[in-house]
């Protein structure tokens, strides 16, 4: 969650009344968000194990009272004092939640972006602006300003990769302005780091200074982002002034002040709709500090080709509101409330969604619908959800009867979970190594190394790499590839590993809450032996071990083929397993009339015999895929027929 610091007095001042601190943080608790802790900043230089300052330096600290507020990661809205201190009034019911206006530009040639598709379209594609006019700064002002930008630069920009803000005094410069991707040594100006100095660098000096110079050491995190691309973007005006080279810096000429009036703001961005989030926070924010509050002048951004013909045109910024709707009974019921259709009307108010109204229902059962109006500053509010949330904030948390459960209930483990935990002990009480394996592998893996055709298989349509292109089918390459990584070990006495878990599997008749899902999990245990010899005995001895522990008793031709070795022990009645050799050709991972298949009767399968695993000796191919060295035995069972 980010942390929000603010002063104390200037918050109550925003708030126009104070409060305690304890009375402070029940408020801040009310409406959702965390008070942190109660600091100063000369508190904080002390306790701090990194920075070590001299006593005249700390002396000089401020002992003014900060507060630090956690706010959820996706209220961009809450991220400087304006925001906080307006959506509390709110909150309280001390003002309204102010409309946002458009107002007609003034100037037809700052109100145009002109965008170079060909060359921006290789680094970073997109751009919107917005211009605030009569904007009053002062130190206070100037400072959230900028705070405001490195909040969001931290969090919905991912440090500048997504989007980039650069804020610029509109009368030190000169429209139309223009957005184009140029050759580092093409881009000349003075950054807004050496305003004072006033040197002058290229595009490929600067990165190199950034990289180097300890003075500068808070934009050496963003040098990568651009530095190897053969060409960086850059905002011009129509002089050819580089007013800044996103995402990095802006430039000096353009440098806002406290005497600053016209604010033009660009974001240029790899995602047009954060852009988009991002310059309507920043517009909702300070606007209210312009001379006609909540108000805004658009610029029209167009994309020319090479033929300076405009291929694509938009205004920004949009400060849309829309309209989001949820049932009363939907609301009531997640919450656990019983609150009046009206009155969860007003409620809307207090957080910011109104005007709401009610709409009739689809159904007699389904009820009333609450219609609420989502203003341009809460991009979260994406579900019905979103809106029963701050319904219940809006209600208040302490406000929520506490009720017993109506039903009573003992909970349990899943008759699934449970067999597979009392299965992982027996297993590792058999001398087995227990291993949690990746879910995802390659289709070499999964198929083709263990001798399998390829077939079916719930794939990534965007895959980090090559070991992650589809969901497992099996659990055996997992084993596979711990011995193959384990060849230091000692396989002197056999080396032994298991694992169950889940596979997945394509099923498009698989149905969960009326919903065909298209694929299911499918539990299974999986052991290998791997030493001297093949251990297919061992694997085999396994086998009979799970069957026995599940109280599946053996059919009577395979206990006479088992001489006098077969011990009758209590089993589940009509439940049966046998053992079939699996005939050459049946499946390639094994070694030819070394490998069986276990078969399964039970009420489950409705008397039939199906098959429900297969154990054998690994071909010498499968062990050659996966780079291993010694003879292995290995079984897979499924156990979802097991109980």
């Known amino acids: 969650m980010p942390t929000v610091s603010v002063e104390r007095s200037a918050l109550f001042a925003h708030l126009g009344r104070t409060y305690t601190d304890e009375e402070f943080d029940e408020l801040c608790f009310e409406f959702g968000v965390e008070l942190d ?29 900060i507060y630090k507020i956690d706010v959820p990661a996706n209220r961009y809205d809450l991220l400087c004092i304006e925001g906080i201190s307006r959506s509390l009034r709110v909150f309280l019911g001390y003002i309204d939640a102010p409309n946002f206006t458009i107002l007609p530009a003034s100037d037809e040639a700052s109100s145009t972006m002109t965008v170079i598709q060909s060359s921006t379209s290789t680094v970073r594609p997109f751009v919107v602006c917005a211009i605030l006019r009569d904007v009053t700064f002062d130190e206070a002002r100037y400072q959230s300003f900028i705070e405001l930008q490195d909040q969001l630069h931290r969090n919905l920009c991912r440090q500048r990769t997504l989007v980039a803000i650069g804020t610029h005094d509109l009368d030190s410069v000169k429209g139309p302005f223009t957005y184009d991707a140029r050759a580092p040594s093409d881009i000349k100006f003075v950054p807004l780091t050496h305003t004072d100095e006033g ?36 905002v011009l ?66 994309y020319v080709n090479e033929s300076q013909e405009v291929v694509n045109s938009y205004v920004s910024p949009q400060m849309f509101t829309r309209k989001e709707t949820a049932t009363v009974k939907f609301v009531n019921s997640l919450i656990g409330i019983n609150v009046e259709a009206e009155k969860m009307v007003e409620l809307c108010s207090k957080i910011q969604l109104g005007p709401a109204q009610l709409l009739p229902g689809t159904t007699e059962d389904e009820g009333p619908i609450l219609e609420v109006t989502v203003p341009p500053t809460r991009s979260d509010i994406l579900h019905a959800v979103d809106i029963a949330e701050d319904i219940g904030i809006a209600f208040g948390y302490n406000n929520i009867e506490r009720k017993v459960p109506q039903t009573c209930t003992v909970g349990g483990e899943q008759p699934l979970n449970q067999l597979s935990d009392l299965l992982r002990e027996e297993i590792a009480r058999a001398g087995y190594i227990e291993v949690l394996t990746h879910g995802l592998c390659s289709i070499n893996d999964n198929f083709t190394a263990l001798g399998k055709p390829i077939t079916a298989a719930v794939s990534l349509s965007n895959p980090a790499n090559i070991e992650y292109q589809v969901v497992r089918t099996t659990l055996l390459p997992g084993l596979l590839k711990t011995l193959q990584h384990n060849k230091s070990s000692s396989f002197t006495g056999g080396f032994k590993l298991f694992e169950i878990s889940d596979v997945v599997l394509p099923d498009d008749k698989y149905v969960m809450t009326e919903t065909i899902v298209g694929a299911k999990n499918a539990r299974r245990a999986c ?72 078969l399964l009767t039970s009420p489950s399968t409705g008397g039939k015999q199906v098959v429900i695993g297969t154990f054998g000796i690994l071909h010498p191919d499968v062990l050659g895929n996966f780079d291993i060295n010694y003879p292995t035995s290995a079984l897979e069972l499924e156990l979802d027929y097991m109980f």
């Open 527 to 598: 052991a290998t032996y791997s030493g001297p010899t093949s251990g297919f005995e061992v694997i085999h001895g396994l086998v009979d071990r799970i069957m026995t522990l599940c109280e599946v008793a053996p059919e009577a031709d395979y206990v006479a083929s088992s001489g006098n070795a077969y011990k009758k022990v209590h089993c589940k009645e009509g439940w049966y397993y046998n053992i079939r050799e699996l005939k050459d050709g049946d499946v390639r991972t094994y070694f030819p009339g070394r490998a069986a298949e276990v």
């Open 237 to 302: 005006d129509s002089e050819e002034t580089v007013m800044s080279l996103p995402p990095i810096i802006n430039g000096s000429k353009s440098r806002i002040t406290l005497d600053t009036k016209n604010v033009f703001i660009e974001c240029t961005a790899t995602d047009l709709t954060k852009a988009n989030i991002v310059l309507d926070t920043v517009v909702a924010m300070f606007s209210e500090y312009a001379a006609n509050p909540f108000s805004v002048e658009p610029v029209t951004v167009n």
């Open 199 to 234: 040197r002058e660098f290229d595009g490929a000096s600067l990165m190199e200074c950034y990289e180097t110079d300890a003075a500068c050491k808070h934009l050496k995190p963003y040098v990568p982002i651009i530095k190897n691309s053969p060409l960086y973007p850059v």
């Open 37 to 65: 802790e109660i600091t100063s900043e000369k508190e904080e230089a002390t306790k701090s194990a990194t920075v070590k300052l001299s006593k005249e330096q700390l002396a000089s600290l401020s002992e003014e009272v």
